[in-house]
C-alpha cells in the first residue's frame, strides 16, 4: 500500500487526502494548526461559496492558461458537485454561485473532516513542517517537523499561500517548495480592499454604491469592473475592489499610487447625463446647493462633491457658480481616488502569485523532486471572486492526490 503525506489540512489538501486514500493508499495530513480546515470556515463570509455553475478558465490569473484548462477537464464543477453530494453536502445555487444548502461554511468542513475519518486517513495537527528530503534508505520521502520525522512514498504539499496567516497561511509552504529547487513567483494579496491618500474618505464613510471602477494607466483605462462599492475610512472596498486588486498590487511594486476612477452612475450614457443636468436645472426655484442635488446619490457623497467643487450646501442655487455646478455633475461620473497600499495578507481572501505551472507536471507533480506534488494557493494561479479560487483547490487536489496514488 503506497503512502502518502499530505502536507496542510485545508481544502486543496482534504480533497487530496480523501482522493489519495479513495484510490487504496494510506495517508496522513500534516497540519500546522490545532484543527483541520480553519480557512473554510471563513470563505463566502461563513457561507463557503463551493464554485460557479458558469466558471470560465478566463476567470483564473496564470501564465498558462492551456495548462488550467485541462485542469478542469479533469476535474470539472459538475464533479465537483457530485464530490459533495456522495459525501453527504447538499449543494444549492444561487445565480450561478454554489452553496451548502445550509448556507454554513461549517457544513463543508464537516462532511470532509467526517470523510477523511471513514476513509482511515491519520490526522496530525500541531505539525509544522520543515523539511522535505529524499529518503536514500527506503527510495522515499523524509518529511520533517514538529520535532517528529515522517518517510512516505510520495508527498503533497498543498500548504496554502500567504492570505490569512493567522489561520495557518504562514507562506511556509513556498519555503519548503524552494528548498527543493523551484523558483517562487513573486507574491501579493488578492480580493482585498485598497488604501487610498484622500483623506476626505473618512466623510463617506460606510457608503455603499453601485458603481464602475477604471483603473486609469497614463490617462487611458486599463482594468474595469463594477459592482457594489463600499467606501472605508482608510480606502475602498466591496467586489469590484476585490477583482481589481490583484493587478492593482502588482503595480504597487513598481508605482508609488495607482489612479482608479469612479462612475457612480455608470447605466448614463453621455447623453442621458447632459439631459439630467438640463433638466435638473428646472428644480433649482429657490433651492440651496444641497436641496437641489438632494436624491441624486448618497447624501454623504453629495455633500463631498458639493464641497470639493468649491460651493457650500447652503448657498441658493441662484447664486451659485455655473461651472462649479457643472463640476459637482462631473464628480457623480468621475471621482478619483489614489491607491497606495493593500490592507495587507491578514485580510486577503487569496494570494496571487506561487510556484510556476512550468515547474510541476499535468499531475501538478514536480520536476525538481519527483515524488512531490502540488495543490492548491501554493501554485501560481488565482481567480475572481465566485467560488473560482475554491474550484482550483477541489481540482488540483484531487488530480494531485489521484497521481500520487497512482491512479490518476
Known amino acids: 500500500m503506497r503512502t502518502i503525506g499530505v502536507i496542510g489540512g485545508g481544502a486543496a489538501g482534504m480533497m487530496a487526502a480523501i482522493s489519495a486514500a479513495g484510490q487504496g493508499a494510506r495517508v496522513t495530513i500534516l497540519e500546522a494548526n490545532d484543527r483541520l480546515g480553519k480557512k473554510i470556515l471563513?470563505?463566502?463570509?461563513?457561507?463557503?461559496?463551493?464554485?460557479?455553475?458558469?466558471?470560465?478558465?478566463?476567470?483564473?490569473?496564470t501564465g498558462e492558461p492551456e495548462f488550467l484548462e485541462k485542469c478542469f477537464q479533469r476535474f470539472s464543477v459538475d464533479d465537483m458537485v457530485l464530490f459533495f453530494r456522495s459525501i453527504g453536502l447538499l449543494i444549492k445555487s444561487k445565480n450561478g454561485y454554489l452553496y451548502?444548502?445550509?448556507?454554513?461554511?461549517?457544513?463543508?468542513?464537516?462532511?470532509?473532516?467526517?470523510?477523511?475519518?471513514?476513509?482511515?486517513?491519520?490526522?496530525?495537527?500541531?505539525?509544522?513542517?520543515e523539511r522535505i528530503t529524499g529518503d536514500e534508505r527506503t527510495a522515499g520521502l523524509q518529511v520533517q517537523g514538529g520535532g517528529k520525522s515522517f518517510v512516505f512514498?510520495?508527498?503533497?504539499?498543498?500548504?496554502?499561500?500567504?492570505?490569512?496567516?493567522?489561520?495557518?497561511?504562514?507562506?511556509?509552504?513556498?519555503?519548503?517548495?524552494?528548498?527543493?529547487?523551484?523558483s517562487l513567483i513573486p507574491t501579493v494579496p488578492a480580493l482585498v480592499q485598497l488604501k487610498c491618500r484622500e483623506p476626505f474618505l473618512k466623510s463617506v464613510s460606510g457608503v455603499r454604491a453601485e458603481a464602475q471602477l477604471e483603473l486609469v494607466e497614463a490617462g487611458e483605462c486599463r482594468i474595469r469592473e463594477r459592482?457594489?462599492?463600499?467606501?472605508t475610512d482608510y480606502g475602498i472596498s466591496g467586489i469590484p475592489v476585490f477583482q481589481m486588486s490583484r493587478q492593482v498590487n502588482y503595480r504597487l511594486l513598481r508605482e508609488k499610487e495607482i489612479e482608479i476612477a469612479i462612475d457612480f452612475l455608470p447605466d448614463y450614457?453621455?447623453?442621458?447625463?447632459?439631459?439630467?443636468?438640463?433638466?435638473?436645472?428646472?428644480?433649482?426655484?429657490?433651492?440651496?446647493?444641497?436641496e437641489f442635488f438632494a436624491g441624486m446619490l448618497n447624501k454623504k457623497l453629495m455633500l463631498l462633491f458639493i464641497r470639493l467643487a468649491g460651493l457650500k450646501a447652503t448657498e441658493d442655487m441662484e447664486t451659485a457658480d455655473r461651472e462649479k455646478i457643472r463640476?459637482?455633475?462631473?464628480?457623480?461620473?468621475?471621482?478619483?481616488?489614489?491607491?497606495?497600499?493593500?490592507?495587507?495578507?491578514?485580510?486577503?481572501?487569496?494570494?496571487?502569485?506561487?510556484?510556476?505551472?512550468t515547474e510541476v507536471t499535468e499531475d501538478l507533480e514536480s520536476i525538481k523532486l519527483p515524488g512531490v506534488y502540488f495543490a492548491g494557493e501554493i501554485l501560481d494561479v488565482d481567480g475572481r471572486c465566485g467560488g473560482y479560487n475554491l474550484q482550483w483547490a477541489w481540482s488540483s487536489g484531487y488530480i494531485a492526490g489521484t497521481a500520487a496514488a497512482g491512479r490518476g
Open 327 to 357: 463640476q459637482v455633475f462631473a464628480l457623480c461620473r468621475r471621482f478619483t481616488v489614489h491607491v497606495t497600499a493593500h490592507s495587507g495578507y491578514d485580510n486577503a481572501q487569496v494570494c496571487a502569485g506561487g510556484i510556476p505551472l
Open 269 to 290: 450614457t453621455p447623453e442621458d447625463y447632459e439631459q439630467l443636468y438640463i433638466s435638473r436645472l428646472l428644480l433649482q426655484g429657490q433651492r440651496t446647493v444641497e
Open 42 to 61: 471563513s470563505t463566502g463570509n461563513g457561507k463557503c461559496n463551493l464554485g460557479n455553475e458558469r466558471l470560465d478558465p478566463e476567470g483564473y490569473y
Open 153 to 182: 512514498d510520495r508527498v503533497i504539499l498543498a500548504a496554502g499561500g500567504r492570505a490569512a496567516p493567522k489561520m495557518g497561511s504562514d507562506g511556509s509552504g513556498y519555503l519548503l517548495a524552494q528548498q527543493l529547487g523551484h
Open 100 to 129: 451548502p444548502a445550509s448556507e454554513q461554511a461549517s457544513s463543508v468542513l464537516d462532511v470532509l473532516r467526517f470523510e477523511a475519518a471513514s476513509a482511515g486517513i491519520d490526522v496530525v495537527t500541531g505539525c509544522h513542517v
Open 227 to 231: 459592482g457594489e462599492l463600499q467606501l
